[in-house]
């Protein structure tokens, strides 16, 4: 069961980022994570089986103000994409030259 955690981190700086995305990555059973809200100021993880508590833990020891928002359920995304027509490129057929000779008329140097 893929699980969606939501962490809200006070961060000031795109190193700060890096880093809370650094540690978010390193715990066992993540798939995906990056950085939502208005102020990029939560960090959004998926994955399987991820201990919210020692996510949590983690990120304290390091960025210090850190509120757990949100553990739920990751729900999937169906996006229909909508088939747009193909368009094909109209590519003429090759034009071969051929040599027409006239089946009448021999070689104009004949020996008699």
């Known amino acids: ?3 969606k955690i939501v962490i809200k981190v006070s961060m000031n700086t795109d190193k700060c980022r890096s880093k ?3 540690i978010a990555v390193g715990v066992p059973g993540v798939e995906s994570a990056g ?3 208005e102020d990029r100021n ?3 993880v998926v994955g399987n089986a991820i201990d919210s508590v020692c996510l949590t833990r983690r990120l304290r020891k390091k960025l210090a103000c850190v509120e757990l928002v949100s553990v739920g359920e990751a729900k999937k995304e169906d996006k229909k994409e909508k088939e747009e027509p193909k368009v094909m490129g109209f590519v ?3 034009y071969y030259c051929y040599e ?3 089946p009448y008329y ?3 140097c004949s020996i008699l």
């Open 1 to 3: 069961m893929k699980q």
């Open 20 to 22: 809370a995305l650094k």
């Open 35 to 37: 950085l939502t809200g």
């Open 42 to 44: 939560q960090v959004e």
């Open 92 to 94: 003429p057929p090759p």
């Open 100 to 102: 027409a000779r006239d």
């Open 106 to 108: 021999g070689p104009p």
